[in-house]
């Protein structure tokens, strides 16, 4: 069933959040069309959260593909490439509804104005200035019609700028003091938002609106400046009045901007600094990291133990050494007591584990059984059949498992522990264990006993 456009469009307003949804899937991933799986997911969570069959139907019928093509909201639906793109002018109405999702103009689209504005001009340079001539006609609609769409784009592009800053703004302010590693995160993500912000939105349009400056390319608002010259000098007076006023509704923008330059620059300072601390941090942590990892041992007899992380978990991974000529240092200041006593605690306490690598916990007053002669050598003969290969990721666990079931209602936890000192002792040379210390320790609990351990990983 077709739905008029104008029947569909009202419907599209009514449910405008899933329009926003799909709006916001293209700016994060900056392209102009959709992934037609990403079009029918936002369909179909539209459809789960409404609970009328008979609306249902309704918008089925409105959001249907096929219709959308036929009344022209989606401009193009390519099934090789499984992408769907909606008419500009369609997102531009939906971009109006909320200023955050205003687009803002970048160097391209600043530069393709200008271009179309030189164009222009000399097309009418070329043309003879009559009422009768039907090309100088058309070409004059489409100059008034290119500096009204101009000066809707600039004053667009001042309402997103103005909207970003206070947004960023507030941010930035209201997080003074970071009190966690995600605050901080999250912290250097805005900082870097605004210096992308400044460097491909502000600048950019402060160039274009800017004509004082001297480059190799003629300012935007110079050609206008010609334009209307022209028109004067053929004698068109009137027209050259309304060029002129569209050229000041546009150059009066300029202001704005510049605040919201000014408002953003001391962030810039902020993300300088804090970039040029991170290198520094970075650095140094990476050095301490070799250091630390190059006196580690499975036995534990060496005084540092450190546990290695994954690039994905460390704080400074993945930063940029800053532009050469730009010095970052770390002042240390005097000992902190305080961090020296815990690391001292940190070596007894690995140095206690490392000496009672398990301890069982009894729940209730009645001791378990001792441990029987036969028991040890049927565990034994188990060991030499345990068909075990790495990578395990716990060996205790898979013991566990590999021992309960074989001795079955005989099994204590008492027993686990005999089970991996014999494993060891029969296959320590061959395979390697990698011990991993966590706070808490792992845990094994089996009837009213539980084992806590350091975890050890079975590899190569």
Request: charged fraction near 30%.
């Amino acid at each position: 069933m077709n739905i008029a456009l104008d029947r569909t469009l009202i419907l599209l307003i009514e449910h405008k959040d899933m329009m926003f949804q799909l709006i916001d899937y293209m700016d994060q991933h900056q392209r102009k069309d959709l992934p037609t799986e990403v079009f029918y997911n936002a369909i179909r969570a539209k459809f789960d959260s409404m609970g009328i069959k008979r609306e249902k139907d309704r918008l089925n019928d409105a959001f249907d593909l096929d219709n959308l093509l036929k009344t022209g909201i989606i401009a193009e639906a390519n099934k090789s490439r499984g992408t769907l793109a909606f008419q500009p002018a369609v997102l531009e109405i939906f971009r109006l509804f909320d200023k955050e999702r205003v687009r803002g103009l970048r160097s391209v689209e600043l530069e393709n104005i200008r271009i179309q504005l030189e164009n222009a001009y000399q097309l009418l340079e070329a043309l003879n200035f009559a009422d009768d001539n039907i090309a100088f006609l058309e070409q004059h609609d489409h100059l008034f019609d290119l500096l009204r769409r101009i000066s809707s784009q600039i004053q667009n592009n001042t309402d997103h700028l103005q909207y970003e800053a206070d947004r960023l703004s507030k941010r930035l302010d209201h997080d003074q003091a970071l009190l966690s590693l995600h605050e901080a995160r999250q912290h250097r993500e805005i900082l870097t938002e605004v210096k992308r912000i400044y460097d491909r939105e502000i600048i950019p349009t402060l160039e274009f609106l800017n004509t004082r400056e001297y480059s190799k390319t003629k300012a935007p608002l110079t050609v206008i400046d010609d334009i209307s010259r022209l028109y004067n000098i053929r004698g068109y007076e009137n027209d050259s009045y309304y060029i002129d006023q569209y050229k000041l509704s546009i150059l009066s923008h300029y202001k704005a901007v510049e605040k919201v330059k000014q408002a953003l620059q001391r962030y810039l300072h902020q993300e300088r600094q804090h970039r040029l601390t991170y290198n520094a941090i970075e650095q140094a942590y990476l050095h301490l990291q070799a250091l630390a990892h190059s006196t580690f041992t499975e036995s534990l007899n060496e005084k540092y133990i450190f546990k290695l992380l994954d690039a994905d978990s460390i704080y400074f991974s993945g930063l940029k050494t800053h532009a050469a000529g730009q010095e970052a240092c770390i002042a240390w200041h005097d000992r902190d007591h305080a961090i020296y006593f815990n690391e001292y605690l940190i070596n007894q306490n690995a140095k206690k584990r490392s000496n009672n690598p398990a301890e069982i916990k009894t729940f209730d007053s009645q001791q378990p059984n001792d441990r029987h002669n036969a028991i040890k050598r049927r565990i034994e003969q188990l060991i030499k059949r345990f068909d075990i290969k790495p990578p395990v990721d716990d060996l205790y666990v898979a013991m566990h498992h590999f021992l309960l079931e074989q001795l079955q209602q005989d099994y204590q936890l008492n027993y686990l522990l005999y089970g991996i000192s014999s494993f060891k002792q029969r296959h320590g040379k061959k395979f390697k264990v990698q011990v991993s210390f966590n706070r808490p320790q792992q845990s094994i609990r089996y009837q009213n006993q539980v084992l806590e351990y350091n975890k050890r990983e079975f590899i190569l």
